[in-house]
Antibody, heavy 120, light 107 residues
C-alpha cells in the first residue's frame, strides 16, 4: 500500500525557518517525481515545488523561489522541503504528492498534510 | 502563466447530473486531471488524462476535454459526492503544475 506521511509542521515566526519531511513507503520511491503542494486555510490548492527521480531537476513556484529548497534522499525514501524566510502568506497545510508518470503530469497519491503556521 | 478557471459552486439534486467546467486557453491540447477534496482530507484523484478513472473511482465520474473547456461530469449524484473539485494541468511552458481555483459541489 502506498503511503506518504508528512511531518515537521508547526508554528514559526515571520522570517523563521522550518524543514518538512515526507516519509514514503509501499513503492519504489526512487522511480517517481515528487512534489509539495500547499493549501492556505479556506483556499485552493497551490503547487509549491517538485523534484525529479534522481534529484537532478527541481522546479518551484515563483513565490517561493530563493526561499524554499526541495530535496530527497532515495536511500531513506524521504522527501524534504527546507523553508527559509517564512512569511505570513506561507501559512498552509503542506502535502507531499507522487507523480506516477515519467514526466510531470498529475498526482496519484497524497499524504495527509502537515500544517505550517507563520505568525508572530 | 497558464490560468484555469472554474465556477465557484455548483448545486445539484441527488440522482441528477453535475457538470463542472474548467476553462483554459487551448486546454484541449493538454492533459487535464481532476481531484476531489472533502473537508479535512487530502485530495483524491478522480479523473486523469481527461477521461481515465483510477481504480476504485465509480463509473459515475467521467471527463471530457476539447477546445478551451474541460468538463468533469458526475452522474447519479450522491450525498457523498459533496466536496470541492479541482482541475489541474502540467504547463510545459513554465514547468509548473497549475490548479484551478476549485468548485464546491453541493448536493
Amino acid at each position: 500500500e502506498v503511503q506518504l506521511m508528512e511531518s515537521g509542521g508547526g508554528l514559526v515566526q515571520p522570517g523563521g525557518s522550518l524543514r518538512l519531511s515526507c516519509a514514503a513507503s509501499g513503492f519504489t520511491f526512487s522511480s517517481y517525481w515528487m512534489s509539495w503542494v500547499r493549501q492556505a486555510p479556506g483556499k485552493g490548492l497551490e503547487w509549491v515545488a517538485n523534484i525529479k527521480k534522481d534529484g537532478s531537476e527541481k522546479y518551484y513556484v515563483d513565490s517561493v523561489k530563493g526561499r524554499f529548497t526541495i530535496s530527497r534522499d532515495n536511500a531513506k525514501n524521504s522527501l524534504y522541503l527546507q523553508m527559509n524566510s517564512l512569511r505570513v502568506e506561507d501559512t498552509a497545510v503542506y502535502y507531499c504528492a507522487r507523480d506516477p508518470f515519467e514526466r510531470p503530469e498529475h498526482f496519484d497519491y497524497w499524504g495527509q498534510g502537515t500544517l505550517v503556521t507563520v505568525s508572530s | 502563466s497558464y490560468v484555469l478557471t472554474q465556477p465557484p459552486s455548483v448545486s445539484v439534486a441527488p440522482g441528477k447530473t453535475a457538470s463542472i467546467t474548467c476553462g483554459g486557453n487551448k486546454i484541449g491540447s493538454k492533459n487535464v486531471h481532476w481531484y476531489q477534496q472533502k473537508p479535512g482530507q487530502a485530495p483524491v484523484l478522480v479523473i486523469y488524462n481527461d477521461s481515465d478513472r483510477p481504480s476504485g473511482i465509480p463509473e459515475r465520474f467521467s471527463g471530457s476535454n476539447s477546445g478551451n473547456t474541460a468538463t468533469l461530469t458526475i452522474s447519479r449524484v450522491e450525498a457523498g459526492d459533496e466536496a470541492d473539485y479541482y482541475c489541474q494541468v502540467w504547463d510545459r511552458s513554465s514547468d509548473h503544475y497549475v490548479f484551478g481555483s476549485g468548485t464546491k459541489v453541493t448536493v
